[in-house]
């Protein structure tokens, strides 16, 4: 061992590697164990400076709250601290990849929130004089302009707030244009591969789901399309399709499909969840597509926050345009105009209604236009080739291991694999993405689609550098080497080196805790009281 | 292109691995009429210079809140957001983090939304809170079609004080799917007769308080009304600083809580993403939309928080699930939590007493403008004039004199001539009183 002149050591030694002392804070060095705001908050304290006239008076009448909030504040560095500490138990993508499949979990560059945040921007009120925010009304025509170009479509309903809400937005759009044409069909068509937003959306708005089946491949059966459509003549109001699908594979007889809806006098919706492979690639108005949201926080990298904020404006051909809710910009010889009433709509304009208070998220189409402006077309192509070719890379680099549910085929941006190749180790689909936790990455999206047993769908999103897919693929193929030599405790108990072990969801939902309670005051003994 | 990490010597390297010729070939299955062959009609890439330069110029085009006297309200407002706020949710690990679906690597943002749930509970005076919806207004949708859930009725009341687009929100959602809905007229002054409309058709009554037009409104009334037809109060929010002075809607009788959380910790953003809070009975959390975070233990029994109650939802349910709302309102609920941890009870009663102080304030200057009229008695920090003129022009002129004075109802409510004088007004903490009298000195001038 090395000593400076003081005699104090400074290389490491054997300071015996595997003994983990028990701490007394449940500390274990940086990974700190943090309280709720409820159990150190206090009820005096306030992180927040404010001057308050006290000659003020009252015009409450008989409304005032009397009883207390029971809020505790947090002076500004425990509130620092506290949230900092929290975050540091969060995987992010600025922090490793992020494989979730059909999530798209790609960088999140940072002009995209410094652009967001200028106030002519972030600080601007919905309903403040639409003359006083003309920038606004151009930022939102510029983005819906990016959208229906990169889509071929002809109009785009930007408010939507999120995927789902823009597949609820797509699909009323195709019920108001049934009703406008005096009919009333029943049924959607939904494939057992789609998110399980696609039936919930259908069925919300009073649609009864049809299954349609998939070939071996996974892609639509078009023969059993053709007979479903038979079996429901002049009953069906739509399709609801993803593609590329969520077994990672184009639809290659998407054009058939879609020729199929229309002869049906039904329309086609397609989930845009996966646009990220195919931007500037093919526009899904060529593939004959009536309807489709973008998930801006998927595609266009507006940042997902932990569950949101996301945004998912709808793009909408030529038949369904005229029925686009409330608010849209229409564009005249003076200019851009806010349309927010039905008494402000033409002959030509039939909105469905309004899918949300004001404009939607403007805050996300401001991170998305800088995104898109940042790549340009050539940039736009240049990343879904490089996310496909990243999930291809992927592919090759483990199928030998793993198991390919459709057989050694090219995928788009993602790749699924079944956990066939884990019959017979004891380790399950779960074991294996809580063991991948251990090695320091996020587990794919696992159990999705259902369409495949024991489902794992890797989207490594062309933010990866082939180092990074390298380092990946490698970590696999060990994990695989593993599982299949008998190691089931590795994964078993995993993970083992995460801010937790596995935690009990069963129990979580039997007798749901979901708010902090004050605990009940220990019990006095008598020697105690003394 | 700087956020792509492959260079062409790793793509054909990779290319040659994959064992194709060209990236072209992994397009294959594209149809081949329909694959493109050259570039979209977009602009190409562009530096960082070039955007920032071209975006801040649209940004430039707009009057920012911040720049004027500024008073418009109406479902979103002017707060002033502590720094501390804005520099938490950007950490990467807040920021860029997927839905908590692997707990044990995301305690971070599972203790925060437990957090979230906790206070919005203890604000509204409810048993339970979710995890988030978009926004006010879509929940306020969400919280009527949960309301038939529980009832097995189809009957919406809603008050004639609710937000204007918040009802067009409900109307158009219950419409599609089969409900109805009886939407009263305009009520300025809260008087109307909403007890009458309750009957044993009606699955609930929606109610917004302070409403759409700053008056404060007596839900006690109404939720006995309702609750013996056997029907739901759903009581609606949009102004959250409120519930710091005033009596919550859940000591009211409320069965479900809407309410529009923008106010704490997020800006105005041209109205969106925002933060819906909703909150209910513990009897109905089973019929609860959206993502709950619930407290359980991990294998070495250590606290832990994971999502729970999932077999309502979409992704488990499919076509039975009790809404099809998936992503949350994550980053702008983080906000709302740190900046409600930062004022706690104290900070924001205090705060609520300066918003209520101001309004009142404003109120008094306005009232002494002659030909205006206001409408409210009660009010937090919001209420309505009638003016002698037709507020729409009037606030163009106010703009003109670098005043922005508040809403005209025109806007959401066309075409109807008894609320074409009315203007909705707010002043918050961020009013000085020099704000104040520069828009009641500009009224007099623009009423002269």
Same mark, same amino acid.
């Given at each position: 061992m090395s000593m400076n002149t003081q005699g104090r050591p400074t290389a490491a030694g054997d300071v015996g590697e595997s003994f983990r002392p028990k701490t007394f804070t449940g500390n274990r060095g940086l990974d700190m164990e943090e309280p709720l705001i409820f159990e150190f908050g206090s009820l005096e304290t306030t992180g927040v400076d404010l001057d308050e006239d006290e000659s003020a008076e009252f015009e409450l009448g008989s409304f005032k709250r009397t009883a207390e909030i029971g809020l505790p504040g947090l002076a500004e560095p425990e509130a620092m601290r506290h949230y900092v500490r929290l975050s540091r138990n969060n995987y992010a993508i600025d922090s490793g990849l992020y494989p979730l499949g059909s999530c798209t979990m790609k960088h999140n560059p940072r002009l995209n929130e410094k652009m967001a945040r200028l106030p002519g921007f972030a600080d601007i009120h919905p309903l403040q004089p639409v003359s006083s925010v003309p920038g606004a009304l151009e930022l939102i025509d510029a983005l819906a302009h990016w959208l229906m170009v990169s889509t071929n479509t002809s109009a785009v309903a930007m408010s939507p707030k999120a995927g789902a809400h823009g597949e609820l937005c797509g699909m009323m759009a195709i019920k108001a244009a049934h009703t406008a044409a005096g009919r009333d069909p029943k049924i959607v068509l939904v494939p057992e591969s789609a998110h399980g937003t696609n039936p919930a959306t259908a069925a919300l708005l009073g649609y009864k789901v049809v299954n349609i089946d998939a070939k071996d491949d996974g892609t639509v059966d078009l023969e059993a399309l053709k007979k479903t459509i038979a079996e429901h003549e002049g009953n069906i109001a739509g399709i609801m399709l993803t593609n590329p699908n969520t077994c990672g594979l184009f639809e290659r007889e998407v054009k058939q499909i879609a020729d199929l809806i229309h002869k049906a006098d039904a329309y086609f919706y397609c989930d845009g969840a996966n646009f990220n492979a195919i931007v500037g690639k093919a526009r899904p108005g060529d593939l004959g597509v009536d309807a489709m949201h973008i998930n801006l926080h998927k595609t266009f990298s507006t940042p997902h926050g932990g569950g949101g904020p996301g945004s998912g404006p709808v793009v909408l051909s030529e038949r369904l345009a005229p029925f686009a809710p409330l608010p849209f910009i229409r564009k005249t010889d003076k200019g851009l105009e806010l349309v927010e009433t039905e008494a402000a709509t033409k002959d030509s304009e039939q909105p469905f209604g309004r899918m949300t208070a004001f404009h939607g998220q403007m805050g996300m189409y401001v991170r998305a236009l800088s995104y898109m402006m940042s790549h340009g077309s050539d940039g736009l192509r240049q990343a879904s080739e490089d996310a496909v070719l990243n999930a291809n890379y992927v592919r090759v680099g483990l199928q030998d291991l793993m198991s390919l549910p459709f057989g050694e085929r090219p995928c788009m941006h993602e790749v699924l694999f079944d956990d066939s190749f884990l019959k017979d180790t004891g380790v399950t689909t779960l074991d294996f993405a809580k063991a991948m936790i251990d090695e320091g990455y996020h587990p794919m999206t696992m159990y999705f689609p259902l369409v495949v047993h024991g489902a794992m769908l890797i989207e490594p999103t062309e933010s990866e550098s082939r180092a990074a897919l390298d380092l990946f693929i490698a970590t696999m193929r060990d994990l695989v080497m593993s599982a299949k030599r008998g190691e089931t405790e590795r994964f078993s108990g995993a993970p083992y080196l995460a801010p937790r072990r596995r935690l009990d969801e069963t129990g979580a939902a039997r007798k749901p805790v979901l708010k902090w309670t004050e605990p009940a005051p220990a019990e006095v003994t008598p020697a105690a009281a003394e | 292109m700087r956020y792509l990490p492959l260079n062409d010597t790793d793509r054909s390297d990779m290319l040659a691995r994959v064992g194709v010729k060209s990236v072209d070939e992994l397009f294959a299955d594209i149809p081949e009429d329909v694959r493109m062959k050259g570039l979209l009609d977009l602009p190409k890439r562009a530096s960082e210079m070039e955007v920032e330069r071209k975006l801040t110029a649209?940004?430039?085009?707009?009057?920012?809140?911040?720049?004027?006297?500024?008073?418009?309200?109406?479902?979103?407002?002017?707060?002033?957001?502590?720094?501390?706020?804005?520099?938490?949710?950007?950490?990467?690990?807040?920021?860029?983090?997927?839905?908590?679906?692997?707990?044990?690597?995301?305690?971070?943002?599972?203790?925060?939304?437990?957090?979230?749930?906790?206070?919005?509970?203890?604000?509204?005076?409810?048993?339970?809170?979710?995890?988030?919806?978009?926004?006010?207004?879509?929940?306020?949708?969400?919280?009527?079609?949960?309301?038939?859930?529980?009832?097995?009725?189809?009957?919406?009341?809603?008050?004639?004080?609710?937000?204007?687009?918040?009802?067009?929100?409900?109307?158009?959602?219950?419409?599609?799917?089969?409900?109805?809905?009886?939407?009263?007229?305009?009520?300025?002054?809260?008087?109307?007769?909403?007890?009458?409309?309750?009957?044993?058709?009606?699955?609930?009554?929606?109610?917004?308080?302070?409403?759409?037009?700053?008056?404060?409104?007596? *839900?006690?009334?109404?939720?006995?009304?309702?609750?013996?037809?056997?029907?739901?109060?759903?009581?609606?929010?949009?102004?959250?600083?409120?519930?710091?002075?005033?009596?919550?809607?859940?000591?009211? !009788?409320?069965?479900?809580?809407?309410?529009?959380?923008?106010?704490?910790?997020?800006?105005?953003?041209?109205?969106?993403?925002?933060?819906?809070?909703?909150?209910?009975?513990?009897?109905?959390?089973?019929?609860?939309?959206?993502?709950?975070?619930?407290?359980?233990?991990?294998?070495? !029994?250590?606290?832990?928080?994971?999502?729970?109650?999932?077999?309502?939802?979409?992704?488990?349910?499919?076509?039975?699930?009790?809404?099809?709302?998936?992503?949350?309102?994550?980053?702008?609920?983080?906000?709302?939590?740190?900046?409600?941890?930062?004022? !706690?009870?104290?900070?924001?009663?205090?705060?609520?007493?300066?918003?209520?102080?101001?309004?009142?304030?404003?109120?008094?200057?306005?009232?002494?403008?002659?030909?205006?009229?206001?409408?409210?008695?009660?009010?937090?920090?919001?209420?309505?004039?009638?003016?002698?003129?037709?507020?729409?022009?009037?606030?163009?002129?106010?703009?003109?004199? !670098?005043?922005?004075?508040?809403?005209?109802?025109?806007?959401?409510?066309?075409?109807?001539?008894?609320?074409?004088?009315? *203007?909705?007004?707010?002043?918050?903490?961020?009013?000085?009183?020099?704000?104040?009298?520069?828009?009641?000195?500009?009224?007099?001038?623009?009423?002269?």
């Amino acid at each position: 061992m090395s000593m400076n002149t003081q005699g104090r050591p400074t290389a490491a030694g054997d300071v015996g590697e595997s003994f983990r002392p028990k701490t007394f804070t449940g500390n274990r060095g940086l990974d700190m164990e943090e309280p709720l705001i409820f159990e150190f908050g206090s009820l005096e304290t306030t992180g927040v400076d404010l001057d308050e006239d006290e000659s003020a008076e009252f015009e409450l009448g008989s409304f005032k709250r009397t009883a207390e909030i029971g809020l505790p504040g947090l002076a500004e560095p425990e509130a620092m601290r506290h949230y900092v500490r929290l975050s540091r138990n969060n995987y992010a993508i600025d922090s490793g990849l992020y494989p979730l499949g059909s999530c798209t979990m790609k960088h999140n560059p940072r002009l995209n929130e410094k652009m967001a945040r200028l106030p002519g921007f972030a600080d601007i009120h919905p309903l403040q004089p639409v003359s006083s925010v003309p920038g606004a009304l151009e930022l939102i025509d510029a983005l819906a302009h990016w959208l229906m170009v990169s889509t071929n479509t002809s109009a785009v309903a930007m408010s939507p707030k999120a995927g789902a809400h823009g597949e609820l937005c797509g699909m009323m759009a195709i019920k108001a244009a049934h009703t406008a044409a005096g009919r009333d069909p029943k049924i959607v068509l939904v494939p057992e591969s789609a998110h399980g937003t696609n039936p919930a959306t259908a069925a919300l708005l009073g649609y009864k789901v049809v299954n349609i089946d998939a070939k071996d491949d996974g892609t639509v059966d078009l023969e059993a399309l053709k007979k479903t459509i038979a079996e429901h003549e002049g009953n069906i109001a739509g399709i609801m399709l993803t593609n590329p699908n969520t077994c990672g594979l184009f639809e290659r007889e998407v054009k058939q499909i879609a020729d199929l809806i229309h002869k049906a006098d039904a329309y086609f919706y397609c989930d845009g969840a996966n646009f990220n492979a195919i931007v500037g690639k093919a526009r899904p108005g060529d593939l004959g597509v009536d309807a489709m949201h973008i998930n801006l926080h998927k595609t266009f990298s507006t940042p997902h926050g932990g569950g949101g904020p996301g945004s998912g404006p709808v793009v909408l051909s030529e038949r369904l345009a005229p029925f686009a809710p409330l608010p849209f910009i229409r564009k005249t010889d003076k200019g851009l105009e806010l349309v927010e009433t039905e008494a402000a709509t033409k002959d030509s304009e039939q909105p469905f209604g309004r899918m949300t208070a004001f404009h939607g998220q403007m805050g996300m189409y401001v991170r998305a236009l800088s995104y898109m402006m940042s790549h340009g077309s050539d940039g736009l192509r240049q990343a879904s080739e490089d996310a496909v070719l990243n999930a291809n890379y992927v592919r090759v680099g483990l199928q030998d291991l793993m198991s390919l549910p459709f057989g050694e085929r090219p995928c788009m941006h993602e790749v699924l694999f079944d956990d066939s190749f884990l019959k017979d180790t004891g380790v399950t689909t779960l074991d294996f993405a809580k063991a991948m936790i251990d090695e320091g990455y996020h587990p794919m999206t696992m159990y999705f689609p259902l369409v495949v047993h024991g489902a794992m769908l890797i989207e490594p999103t062309e933010s990866e550098s082939r180092a990074a897919l390298d380092l990946f693929i490698a970590t696999m193929r060990d994990l695989v080497m593993s599982a299949k030599r008998g190691e089931t405790e590795r994964f078993s108990g995993a993970p083992y080196l995460a801010p937790r072990r596995r935690l009990d969801e069963t129990g979580a939902a039997r007798k749901p805790v979901l708010k902090w309670t004050e605990p009940a005051p220990a019990e006095v003994t008598p020697a105690a009281a003394e | 292109m700087r956020y792509l990490p492959l260079n062409d010597t790793d793509r054909s390297d990779m290319l040659a691995r994959v064992g194709v010729k060209s990236v072209d070939e992994l397009f294959a299955d594209i149809p081949e009429d329909v694959r493109m062959k050259g570039l979209l009609d977009l602009p190409k890439r562009a530096s960082e210079m070039e955007v920032e330069r071209k975006l801040t110029a649209m940004a430039s085009k707009n009057t920012a809140a911040g720049s004027v006297p500024f008073f418009v309200g109406a479902g979103a407002y002017k707060h002033h957001v502590p720094a501390t706020v804005d520099h938490l949710i950007q950490r990467s690990e807040f920021l860029t983090s997927y839905t908590p679906y692997q707990p044990e690597i995301t305690q971070g943002t599972l203790q925060y939304l437990f957090e979230f749930q906790s206070q919005v509970a203890r604000l509204t005076a409810m048993d339970v809170a979710n995890a988030s919806m978009y926004d006010g207004s879509t929940g306020t949708g969400e919280a009527v079609l949960m309301a038939h859930r529980v009832t097995k009725r189809n009957k919406a009341v809603l008050s004639g004080g609710l937000h204007p687009q918040y009802r067009e929100v409900v109307e158009g959602l219950s419409n599609m799917a089969g409900d109805r809905v009886v939407s009263l007229p305009a009520d300025p002054t809260g008087t109307e007769d909403i007890l009458s409309q309750i009957d044993d058709e009606t699955s609930c009554v929606v109610v917004q308080s302070p409403s759409f037009y700053g008056q404060l409104i007596d *839900l006690k009334p109404i939720a006995e009304k309702a609750h013996q037809h056997k029907a739901l109060l759903i009581a609606v929010f949009t102004e959250v600083v409120s519930l710091g002075l005033i009596e919550p809607p859940g000591t009211q !009788g409320a069965d479900i809580v809407v309410g529009e959380g923008q106010s704490i910790g997020n800006g105005l953003n041209f109205g969106g993403p925002y933060v819906g809070l909703f909150a209910t009975r513990q009897q109905y959390v089973r019929q609860m939309p959206g993502r709950l975070c619930g407290e359980t233990v991990d294998a070495e !029994g250590k606290r832990g928080f994971v999502l729970t109650l999932s077999t309502r939802e979409q992704h488990i349910r499919r076509d039975k699930a009790t809404s099809n709302i998936c992503t949350n309102s994550g980053l702008c609920c983080l906000a709302f939590t740190i900046h409600m941890s930062l004022l !706690g009870q104290a900070g924001l009663t205090k705060l609520a007493r300066i918003n209520h102080g101001n309004a009142v304030k404003l109120k008094k200057l306005l009232a002494g403008v002659h030909g205006v009229e206001v409408l409210n008695s009660v009010y937090f920090n919001e209420f309505t004039i009638a003016l002698p003129k037709v507020a729409e022009d009037v606030v163009e002129q106010l703009a003109e004199r !670098g005043i922005l004075a508040g809403l005209p109802v025109s806007r959401l409510e066309p075409g109807n001539k008894d609320l074409a004088n009315l *203007l909705v007004v707010a002043s918050t903490e961020v009013n000085t009183d020099e704000d104040r009298a520069a828009f009641a000195d500009a009224l007099k001038e623009v009423l002269a």
